[in-house]
């Protein structure tokens, strides 16, 4: 099973770009989630979705764009990158309410901004 | 804003030796996570506790859920090289489908 799927792995950006991260997932679940992932600061959720259709902000929503027009797909999207913007993402996804079942995790994207 | 502590932030141990790890809020959760994560890779999770007072054993590791639901430990027995890396507890429930995490134990485990 594939599981989550995150793409690019890396990617460098200069600042003022834009670009998608993309998440892809195989398990028919209804929960997606975006988190960054900072030395010191551990995980923060950007952006959540509890199914197609469905999109809500999270602690550090600003900068990013989400939506979820299928339940497989939740890209996350950098509207004009920043310097600020450089972490290590990861999409999660869950078959129930998230926190009382198991989040499954991409592997992440690493994203630099110059 | 829930917050969840941990402590410590890191720890070097030699093969062998015991340890715990404290996850520490004010607020209370109705569930708590642990994950460990490795270099290069998504957290992965290890148990899910949801009962005060719920103590789960995994092998070499237990995990205690406090009675009021808002702190959490881990403890590992006779640790091993294979378990170095980031220990991450995570809070969830609540109507608004999140986990709240903590920042992480990263565990180093000398032969």
């Known amino acids: 099973n594939a599981g989550v799927t995150q793409t690019p792995k890396f990617q460098v950006l200069k600042t003022g770009q834009s670009m998608t991260l993309q998440c892809a997932q195989d398990?028919?679940?209804?929960?997606m989630s975006w988190y960054r992932q900072d030395p010191g600061m551990g995980l923060r959720l950007i952006h959540y979705s509890v199914g197609a259709g469905i999109t809500d902000q999270g602690e550090v929503p600003n900068g990013y764009n989400v939506s979820r027009s299928t339940t497989e797909d939740f890209p996350l999207r950098l509207l004009s990158a920043a310097p600020s913007q450089t972490s290590v993402y990861f999409c999660?996804?869950?078959?129930?309410?998230?926190?009382?079942?198991?989040?499954?995790f991409g592997q992440g994207t690493r994203l630099t901004v110059v | 804003t829930q917050l969840l502590e941990q402590s410590p932030q890191f720890l070097s141990i030699q093969e062998g030796e015991n340890l715990t790890v404290y996850c520490n809020s004010s607020?209370?959760?109705?569930?708590l996570q642990w994950y460990r994560q490795e270099p290069g890779e998504g957290p992965v999770l290890l148990v899910t506790v949801v009962t005060g007072g719920e103590v789960k054993k995994l092998k070499r590791l237990t995990f205690q859920f406090g009675d009021a639901r808002k702190d959490s430990s881990l403890h590992i027995t006779a640790a091993q090289p294979g378990d170095t890396g980031l220990y991450l507890c995570a809070g969830g429930g609540g109507s608004n489908y999140k986990l709240t995490f903590g920042k992480g134990t990263l565990l180093t485990v000398n032969p």
């Open positions: 999660a996804s869950s078959y129930g309410r998230i926190g009382n079942t198991e989040a499954f």
């Open positions: 398990m028919n679940h209804e929960y």
């Open positions: 607020s209370v959760f109705s569930s």
